[in-house]
C-alpha cells in the first residue's frame, strides 16, 4: 500500500499521523497481552504459575494496578502565620518557604 505524501496538506498529513499513531499504540497493547499469555504459558508448562515466579499479581494495562505510593513524611517546618500549612522538607519548596527566606528567615525559623 503506497501513499504519496507529496500531494497531501497539511491538515491530512496530521490525521494520517493520528491514524498511525492509534494503530502503533493499540499493536503495542496487542504485543503486550500476547507476550503475557506466552510468559503464562511458560511458566505453566514447568508447574507454575506467573504470580508465583514474579513474586505478586501482573499489572494489566493501567487501570488494573494500584498505584504504588512511599510513606508520607513527617512535616518538619509549618507556617508560622497559619499552621495548617506544613512541609516536610522535600520536594518543591512552598511559596511561604521561599517568601521567608527571601525575607532573610532561616529554614530553622520555620521548623516545628
Sequence with gaps: MAISLKGMSRKE?????VDIEKALEKLAVEDKKAAMEAAEKAAKAH???LDE?????PKRGRRGGKKASGPKGAPKYANPEDATQTWTGRGRQPAWI???????KSLEDFAI
Design 13 to 17: 498529513l496530521e490525521k494520517l499521523k
Design 47 to 49: 508447574g507454575f504459575t
Design 53 to 57: 515466579l514474579t513474586g505478586g499479581t
Design 98 to 104: 521561599k517568601s521567608g527566606l527571601t525575607a532573610g
